[in-house]
């Protein structure tokens, strides 16, 4: 339907920054899906997009034609908030028709789009329902209808999901997805959640501090971070500082009891550097499978700690003097105890490896 | 010594428990019960009922009087339903008024930033303050005489003479701030994401006013709206003084009485009592279920209606209004008492000027003045202890109900003083104390503190009730779990909390009290309060006295008023 596109789009609030020079680009049709922490910026990017914030600079472009200056009811932008905004005096159905209504569009349309929506979310026969008679994933899914049949041509959440249960949550993930990808309606999502962002989207945007510090696929965005940042945020991971040597072709970070773990980077010889590594790549085995193993990296350690935590186990591993966290699924059936002499097995390629100087700039 | 003073200090602790356990038991605690709400029967109730009774068992002669008189036939009740009808007029555009003025007001105070937001928000509250027979005075000297708004123009002769439209300009000033005040904390609590939402979805902002804001202010919007309708319906004070010819209802009651015409006097303040009675209770039963009007919209006129040029011409003319209807005529009787200090503005006659008529005429109208208001102060401070000791039960028997019908009734029937014509209450005391009917008091100080409490009862209830509310119940339950009687629990952890409170209504209470003319005039017998006194000075056309009195009763209302908002905003940051 409409193609939008952030320019250098920058708000501030007084003394303190919003958002500063987003530059994005999302296609006709696309679900991109902006993450961060709270406070990276992701409301202020999806007011500007609505038009309930006008950009201090920059400019909002929908299908090529500047709409910075065009307040939110002109905009034909359909928002889903986070606490769902239902009018409180109204019912389901007055909620779903009031876009229309102040509109003035077709009600004899509207509403046939309105039961098919309902139908297709789930919903029918609580048209009558006032929302504090609905339950929360009902009135999530309200709202979306409310957005859609406004005929907005972009569809705009800001953390729409975040008030709901975990079961529900990951329901309507798919839901949304499903029915954005149906209508082909052009939408962006700002989620905290990685997971979210992960199966909801075409492409991720990973916002820091009112920047943009990576966009992706998210393929590309947790394979590949750019920084240790995104590394740190898209998952549970552990760090590990030390220096770069190459020896026989191969790069090794050497650390500062010297031990010297094989891995796989741009860095040159000498330079500082921080390894990070997710914690479903670390591999954890008992003493007795050293013959077994094939990997680039094995070293012994003490295991702390282990945890049953639903379809993994989480484990706690004293290496290096520091600890790691390692997630190991269940059903491998190996006899891992507290306190006891374990092999961690890594290859190169799981580390991420960033130049120690980024993180210095971050703290 | 030591020793024995702490033993007679533990004693005496231990002799308190006992008797608040013994307080606390319950039957004492339903027998507490049945003490509240008799006193509440027989200060607020019982009147009215009474009336009620008399006339139906009295109806031969009240119909022989009223209808069928052998001179004037029904002379009386014609001039009956034509004052109440014109209170009626008056009552309806001073309502319309107060929501054209009164709503645009509420919002700029709630939704807006802007250096002495404050001082505004003082001054939207005084007029609920000042004693409304000083009100109607200075509104009177602004719009009537030739001291106000004519002089501006050089004319000789007031620009609005004693009448309807001066009646409706009195009613405004005072009224106005009911709608406000009702709407104001509402609008300030809505969620601004509705509004946000609204907007996405296309709507402009005047149609999200209407069609979201609006019908969650709708129930505090009619019960302010009601207020101001009945306040303006059975005002004595202001009335008296800017009516001139023309009587509306509560006027008449004060003239009959004065005559002791007691049978059609009667029949209608019944008649007043009963109109607001059902406008109260239509309100209370019907609030919520009221439609609006039209769920059509029309985009285009109503983004026209949203547009920054209108709003601000509405926000201007709104705060306009407001200065030169009711801040301006409410205060300028201080500025005729500078004029008319020492001597006519005029002549030049020093004998006209305020310092001579006050201070230095034969008559000693200072002496009255001093009197009048040392009476004043005495009613008001036994009232306000009264109603706290009798207000104080009622309050927490209605917060702790757990039946929510009866709650929903009591909570009526505690608003009832609120909107009857305070005459037509004061009438209904008389009868019923006095001697047509228990003959227990004549008409004179004690029956006006009588009269007093009665019709601000609920001044000192509504604000305890919000105070009780308020108190989470865990610390008392949690007292009483560690052993506390209920009595101990109320004394050492409920009444720390409702302190504030308790100064709220005590203040609320007293400047009622102090500002009453209506109920006062039927009950006072030969005393005179300081609100009565000005508008004996007013009839006797003594104005630079009454405009000394009225600056003085301005000043102490203004005094309070600030004391109330001082208290009340420590309260809310606590």
């Known amino acids: 339907m409409v193609k939008v596109e952030l320019k250098e789009a920058t708000k501030y609030y007084e003394e303190r920054r919003g958002v500063e020079d987003i530059n994005l680009s999302i296609d006709d049709g696309e679900y991109l899906a902006v993450l961060g922490p709270t406070g990276s910026g992701k409301t202020t990017t999806m007011y500007l997009l609505a038009g309930l914030f006008t950009p201090s600079r920059g400019s909002i472009l929908f299908d090529d034609e500047d709409v910075s200056h065009i307040p939110a009811e002109d905009r034909n932008v359909g928002f889903v908030f986070e606490e769902y905004n239902l009018f409180p005096r109204m019912t389901v159905e007055s909620n779903i028709l009031f876009g229309p209504i102040v509109k003035d569009l077709d ?42 049949v406004s005929d907005a041509h972009i569809l705009v959440m800001d953390d729409p999901l975040r008030a709901l249960d975990a079961k529900i949550r990951e329901i309507l993930q798919v839901e949304l997805r499903k029915l954005v990808k149906d209508l082909g309606i052009t939408c962006i999502h700002a989620t905290h959640d990685t997971q979210e962002a992960m199966r909801v989207a075409d492409k991720i945007a990973v916002f820091k501090n009112g920047k943009i510090v990576q966009i992706g696929t998210p393929e590309e965005v947790y394979n590949h971070p750019n920084s240790l940042y995104v590394a740190e945020f898209l998952g549970e991971s552990s760090t590990i500082e030390g220096k770069i040597d190459v020896s026989k072709g191969e ?68 290496i290096f003097g520091t600890i790691f966290k390692a997630k190991d699924l269940i059903g491998k059936e190996i006899p891992l105890r507290k306190n006891s002499k374990v092999l961690v097995a890594t290859d190169k390629d799981d580390y991420r490896i960033f130049p120690k100087k980024e993180k210095e700039n971050n703290e | 010594m030591v020793s024995e003073q702490r033993d007679v200090e533990v004693k005496m602790r231990r002799t308190l428990l006992k008797a608040e356990k013994w307080l606390s038991k319950n039957t004492v605690l339903s027998f507490g019960t049945i003490i509240t709400v008799l006193i509440f029967v027989l200060i607020v109730l019982g009147p009215i009922l009474y009336l009620l009774l008399q006339i139906l068992i009295n109806w031969k002669e009240i119909n022989t009087t009223v209808f069928n008189d052998p001179i004037l036939g029904n002379e009386a009740f014609l001039m009956m339903m034509r004052s109440i009808g014109l209170s009626l007029q008056v009552a309806a555009v001073v309502t319309v008024f107060d929501i054209i003025v009164g709503v645009p007001i509420a919002w700029i105070l709630a939704r807006y930033e802007f250096r002495g937001k404050n001082i505004l928000d003082t001054l939207v509250d005084m007029p609920m303050a000042v004693p409304t027979s000083a009100l109607g005075f200075s509104i009177y000297l602004f719009w009537g005489t030739n001291n106000g708004l004519s002089r501006l123009f050089n004319s000789q002769v007031g620009f609005v003479s004693q009448g309807t439209l001066l009646i ?56 302010g709206t009601v207020l101001a309708f009945t306040r303006s319906l059975g005002e004595t004070g202001a009335t008296l003084i800017v009516s001139g010819v023309y009587q509306t209802a509560p ?31 239509l309100v209370r039963l019907f609030a919520r279920k009221v439609g609006l009007p039209w769920g059509k919209v029309f985009p285009k006129f109503e983004r026209k209606l949203s547009s920054k040029k209108v709003t601000r011409t509405r926000d201007g003319m709104a705060l306009f209004l407001f200065f030169i209807f009711v801040f301006i005529p409410a205060l300028f009787v201080i500025i005729y008492l500078f004029q008319w200090w020492g001597k006519s503005p005029f002549s030049g006659d020093p004998t006209a000027g305020m310092i001579y008529q006050v201070f230095q005429a034969p008559d000693q109208k200072i002496g009255e003045i001093l009197h009048a208001l040392g009476t004043s102060l005495e009613i008001a401070l036994i009232v306000t202890l009264i109603n706290l000791v009798i207000a ?36 209904s005391i008389f009868f019923l104390w006095g001697s047509n009917g228990m003959h227990l008091l004549s008409p004179g100080f ?8 009665s019709f601000s009862y609920s001044y000192c209830v ?9 108190i989470p119940t865990m610390y008392d339950e949690a007292a009483t779990a560690f052993g506390a009687s209920k009595f101990t629990a109320f004394r050492k952890v409920t009444l720390p909390f409702l302190k504030s409170g308790l100064i709220a209504a005590a203040i609320m209470t007293f400047t009622r009290s102090m500002s009453e003319t209506g109920a006062t005039i039927i009950t006072m017998g030969t005393e005179r309060t300081i609100p009565v006194l000005l508008v004996d000075f007013f009839e006797a056309s003594t104005f630079p006295a009454a405009a000394f009195a009225a600056t003085i009763l301005i000043i102490i209302s203004f005094a309070m008023l600030l004391l109330l908002r001082r208290i009340t905003r420590r309260a809310k940051n606590e």
């Open chain 2, 168 to 223: 409706i300009l009195a009613h405004v000033a005072f009224t106005f701030p009911y709608v406000t005040r009702s709407i104001k904390g509402i609008i300030t609590d809505l969620d601004l994401n509705l509004e946000k939402a609204g907007k996405t979805l296309g709507a402009s902002p005047f149609t999200i006013a209407r069609m979201i804001s609006l019908p969650m202010v709708k129930e505090g919007l009619l019960a």
């Open chain 2, 462 to 470: 509504r604000p305890l009730i919000g105070s009780f509310d308020a």
């Open chain 1, 107 to 148: 009600l004899i349309v509207s509403r046939k789009v309105s039961r098919e929506l309902l139908a297709l979310l789930n919903i029918s026969g609580k048209e009558s329902n006032f929302p504090d008679e609905i339950s929360g994933g009902q009135k999530q899914r309200v709202a979306l209808a409310r957005a859609i």
């Open chain 2, 392 to 427: 104080t039960p009622m309050a927490l028997m209605v917060s702790k109900m757990k039946k929510k019908k009866v709650k929903g009734f009591l909570d009526l029937l505690i608003d009832i003083p609120l909107v009857i014509p305070s005459s037509a209450l004061g009438f």
């Open chain 2, 446 to 453: 004690f029956m006006i503190i009588i009269a007093h409490v």
């Open chain 1, 251 to 318: 790069k090794f970070l050497v650390l500062s009891d010297e031990s010297r773990i094989n891995i796989a980077t741009d860095l040159k010889k000498g330079e500082e550097a921080i390894a990070l590594i997710p914690s479903e790549l670390i591999d954890v085995f008992p003493l007795t499978e050293k013959k077994n193993l094939n990997y680039h990296n094995i070293f012994e350690a003490t295991l702390l700690d282990v945890r049953c935590v639903g379809e993994f186990n989480e484990l706690n591993i004293s």
């Open chain 2, 251 to 281: 006027v008449v009651i004060v003239s009959w009485m004065k005559g002791l015409k007691i049978p059609t006097t009667a029949f209608l303040a019944l008649i007043l009592i009963l109109i607001s009675l059902t406008l109260l209770a």
